[in-house]
């Protein structure tokens, strides 16, 4: 109430008669000074001074050219009487300065937009981006983990929603007893169908430890603002620490022994710094356990080295690989076209690459042995380890561990101190736990579901849009689940947007010497009773394909499937 005394406050909600008392008075009071012009603009300027935009005006609201209509209409309009009572300006004198202060309107979304734009924006329209890759039945392996899926179909989610007590029961004891469902490839009442909705529960559940209800488990990595200010009893408690850790140990154990009598097909490994994936043999295409450590730091990597753990950096041989027979080709392509350029790269290049830094016999030879300080050892060593550092905390930092060698890892993993943190936010919490199948001392959670009805803009019309909605920690068996699911209820036609955990996108990296194909009757029949699906299985057991990346946009038309990465 206090703003509306204000001289020239004129909120659009006052009638105009109001608005035109506001103004009057604003004229009156600037009469004496006649050199001066009118405020907000009422008086025309000369012609000879040039037109000021006003800064605070839109672009709807801008001063016109010379040339165009609205500039010439007002140019037809009468000039103001000098020295007149203000009563005597023209009305579209006094409400012109009025409408200057229009708010801009929003901006319209082209055909073009995005679909990863308008996940964050529900009002815009949907619009499906250009998808590099070929139709297919199957969609590569995607062994990163997601935190958020947003399926978007023209067919209603009703079947989703409020699932009976009995088939919440019924899906959970399907989880348990590993119960393979077979859907048709299309369901006419999916709303009806009691199998469908007890699958979709099915695959909503994953296996946690340990618990905290309070705490959000996942991700680790970067979750100190997440879990500041929560309870946490164990941080300043080294009893109670060492109580949860041997736990922890416990729970991890159980999982890896599952894992080599194939009973669990992988799990995950989050602490606070990098995270870990154990896969059994047979999938990812290698016929023996694999393990997975992203990112890493070069004293993880010495530490690993201390404890006899072989492993290998597969993004950095790649590299090395790469740079090498590019080098190769270079040399080649010079030595064809002069042999004294192709002489000069071989004796220039080629010795400095492989010359040892610890030879200084070239200092004895100018003479200055004596004069130059040499590095010690550390320095020299150091400097080797240059690029190591560099990579550090970065996808190249990938390790890779096999065989036998992942067993040892479990320990080395089970007494490393630095596995959990000694400060912060999560100060002596053990590292979560993610698996697939049931494990001692796991807690059986489940993902959060559900479903968005909204209108669209689609070519100058609004049309209803239906969405799925998915929250938590989806690992691949999940999402291979879920997208057989929706194949039969939504009539082979949706398309989704996936939300990656960053750290864990590497992890579709090729293993090098694994594995092309594995048969699958020899997968099939060392994994019976491990948890998944035949299906799922199959797409598991395949090399990966993706690299660094993951796949962010998920579509299908007409039962194939389109993605981009």
């Known amino acids: 109430m206090a703003a509306s005394a204000e001289p020239g406050y004129s909120p659009g909600f006052k009638k105009p008669p109001a608005t035109l008392r506001l103004k009057r008075k604003r004229l009156r009071r600037s009469e004496p000074a006649a050199a001066a012009p009118p405020p907000c603009g009422a008086a025309l300027r000369a012609p000879s001074a040039p037109a000021r935009r006003n800064p605070f005006s839109s672009l709807e609201n801008a001063p016109r050219a010379a040339g165009t209509p609205q500039a010439r209409e007002r140019d037809r309009r009468p000039p103001p009487p000098a020295g007149g009572s203000p009563s005597a300006a023209p009305f579209w004198q006094l409400l012109e300065p009025v409408c200057e202060d ?26 499906v981006p ?18 958020r899926l947003l399926f978007v179909s023209s067919q209603p989610f009703t079947w989703a929603e409020h699932l009976k007590a009995q088939e919440e029961a019924q899906g959970f004891a399907q989880h348990c007893r590993a119960t393979e469902t077979n ?67 416990v729970s991890f154990t159980s999982l890896y022994n599952l894992l080599k009598a194939k009973l669990c097909p992988y799990f995950y490994v989050c602490t606070y710094q990098f995270t870990v994936l154990f896969r059994a043999a047979g999938l990812a295409g290698s016929d023996i356990i694999t393990a997975v450590i992203s990112p890493t730091t070069r004293g993880l990597r010495e530490a690993m080295r201390n404890e006899g753990i072989e492993f290998s950096l597969p993004l950095v041989e790649e590299s090395r690989t790469r740079k090498q027979k590019n080098s190769e080709e270079n040399v080649e392509t010079e030595v064809a076209n002069s042999l004294k ?38 320095s020299i060593k150091l400097h080797k380890e240059k690029h190591e550092v560099q ?72 049309e209803d849009i239906f969405s799925l909605e998915i929250v938590g920690p989806m690992m691949p068996h999940s999402l291979h689940s879920l997208t057989m699911l929706l194949k039969a209820a939504q009539r082979g036609a949706f398309s989704a947007v996936l939300y990656t955990h960053e750290p864990t996108a590497v992890f579709n990296t090729h293993l090098g ?53």
């Open 341 to 378: 350029v192709g002489n000069s790269m071989e004796d220039g290049e080629g010795p400095a690459l492989s010359d040892d830094d610890e030879s200084f016999s070239w200092l004895e030879e100018m003479g200055v042995q004596d004069k130059v300080k040499k590095p010690d050892a550390i």
């Open 391 to 462: 990579m550090d905390h970065k996808p190249e930092s990938l390790a890779l561990v096999k065989g036998t060698n992942t067993f040892t890892l479990l320990n080395f993993l089970i007494n490393c101190k630095s596995l959990v943190a000694v400060a912060g936010p999560q100060a002596g919490l053990p590292p979560t736990l993610l698996s697939p199948v049931a494990f001692r001392g796991g807690t059986m959670q489940t993902l959060k579901a559900r479903s968005i009805n909204a209108k669209a803009r689609v070519h100058l019309a609004y």
């Open 130 to 147: 250009e998808v590099p890759s070929s139709p297919r039945h199957e969609f590569p392996a995607d062994w990163s983990i997601k935190t």
């Open 183 to 249: 859907l048709p490839q299309s369901i006419q009442e999916p709303k009806l169908s009691t199998e469908l909705r007890c699958a979709f529960q099915q695959s909503l559940v994953y296996w946690l430890h340990p618990s905290l209800p309070w705490l959000q488990l996942f991700p680790r990595i970067g979750a100190d603002r997440r879990i500041a200010g929560k309870s946490s009893p164990w941080s300043e408690d080294e009893a109670l620490q060492q109580v949860l850790m041997s736990d922890w140990s």
């Open 513 to 565: 010497n694994a594995s092309a194909a594995l048969n699958k009757e020899t997968v099939h029949k060392d994994h019976p009773t491990c948890g998944l699906h035949p299906k799922t299985l199959d797409q598991l057991s395949q090399c990966p394909t993706l690299g660094k990346s993951s796949i962010r946009f998920l579509e299908m038309k007409d039962y194939a499937y389109t993605w981009k990465s």
């Open 102 to 127: 229009k708010p801009a309107r929003r901006a319209e979304p082209t055909e073009g937009t995005d679909i990863l734009a308008l996940a964050e924006d529900p009002h815009l329209p949907v619009a």
